[in-house]
């Protein structure tokens, strides 16, 4: 900012503008982090952005969430897997029944139509006791004639019997296995989805870690800035107030071109100051505690950056190659592909309804019950039966079809997507890197702004010692001194934050293998 100051009557104005635009670069450089929890006395300690980023991970509640959503995945894929295998089951029963069940045969007469036995004429021998004839016993040749014998017809009636079946009390127990041979694919298309779901939610997993070390190296660096900006303004205020001093005492004595005005303004320049420093200590504070409280410590825990200033390490990177390589590492395309193959599984799952399926079926049972006629035979209590079945689809009102249908637009529903995911990855990746390369230019141009600025400022305070230079001169060379300063170190905090900003984008693999 260039300050334009002209005749004694603007001088007030003009350096209240100063004033007011170090007020308003230090509240929009330093980290709006929200509100920050009231701070208790503990103990203070100094992490490392590794410290920090290694706590988070260990103790923020998004991560562990991340990994359940992975769990659950995992879970319903070994669920779909399940369909592979043989079901075999064990069964068992205790039966009372309150009568014993009963078959009634009921009452019934049968009828003898009336008939004539013929009898062959024929020859037998008949033995003639001993004592009946002499005394041993004699056999005598008999010759029979040829009868007929005529019968008369009957009737005969059976009455009603109750006959019971078994006992009221029974247990049965069994073995049952089935085992899908052929599907059609269905097996197939589930197992498929369910892969797909699990990569989707490790690539959920994997920007969850992602965004969390961005939002702790964004909060870490805010934190070196907000201390740099305080210090900057504590600076700044001590040599305000002792150009107050000198101004004050040139002015008491008399005799230069310091005036009482000139004093009055210096003066409200400092105050003004000074409420700026108590601007920026909050923002400390509050930057301080929002990277505690992301790192999942307790609210009254002290958190104190172990860096007191901002690194500057300029990256060069091939914009072509930075893209090329996020579609590799990227979770949101990895999450795309994955759901990709979930949907194509389903396809899979529905195309499998026009297909026949193929089962076999087993069974081995056991029954124990006190009576042994009617069907509680020895027979009947135990047993197996092996059975090989087929279902195949007829017609199902064009559901199938339909369900088709759905899935494989849902699958090019997707792949468009997939373009527009394409094109604005390499859009953002593209606004990013050259965000990234404006920052680094302009990170050389405010630092050789801000030792011009110094340089100034400490030839010009001198000068007004000597009485050279006056007053308005020297404040305008301490308000630009900390100007460029501050715009310095936002423009150090800028190029940090894009480029954490571009590992989030990319991936940290990619970024780690260049700079390897």
Known sequence: MILALGARGSMVASRALAGFAVLSLCAAISPQLGAAPEQQPGADRSFTLEECIAATLANNHLRPASRFAVAIAEAQHQQALAGYWPQLALRGA???????????????????????IHLPAGTALVTVPAGVLGPTEIQLPVTTPAQAIPVPGQSYTVPEQDVRLMDPHSVLAGVEARWLLYDGGMRRGYREQAGGLVDMMKADARRTDLELIDTVKRYYHGAVLAAQLRQLGTDTLARMEATLSLTETMYQQGGGTVQ????????????????????????????????????????????????????????????????????????????????????????????????????????????????????????????????????????????????????????????EEQLLLKDGLGLRIKDVFLGLDAAQKSHQATSAAMTAAQENRDLNTRAYQSALVDTEKVIRAQLMEALMSAQHYKTSYDVLVLQSQLNLLVGTEVLERLRR
């Open 94 to 116: 205790y039966q009372r029944i309150d009568e014993a069940p009963n078959f009634i045969f009921p009452s019934a007469v049968y009828s003898i139509a009336p008939q004539t």
């Open 260 to 415: 009482k005005t000139d004093f009055l303004d210096n003066k409200v320049i400092v105050e003004t100051l000074r409420a700026i420093v108590a601007q920026l200590e909050k923002n400390e504070a509050m930057a301080r505690a929002a990277l505690a409280n992301t790192m999942g410590l307790p609210w009254n825990a002290s958190i104190t950056p172990a860096d007191r200033t901002l690194a500057f390490a300029p990256l060069t990177l091939e914009l072509e190659a930075l893209v090329q390589q996020a579609y590799e590492f990227s979770p949101d395309w990895e999450k795309i592909e994955a759901g990709l193959r979930s949907l194509e599984g389903a396809v899979v799952t529905a195309r499998s309804g026009h297909a026949p399926k193929l089962a076999l079926t087993g069974e081995l049972h056991r029954w124990w019950n006190d009576d042994r006629a009617g069907i509680a035979t020895h027979i009947n209590k135990r047993g197996w039966s092996v059975a090989l079945g087929i279902e195949l689809p007829l017609f199902d009102g064009f559901l199938t079809r339909h369900q088709v249908a759905e899935a494989r637009a849902r699958v090019a529903k997707l792949k």
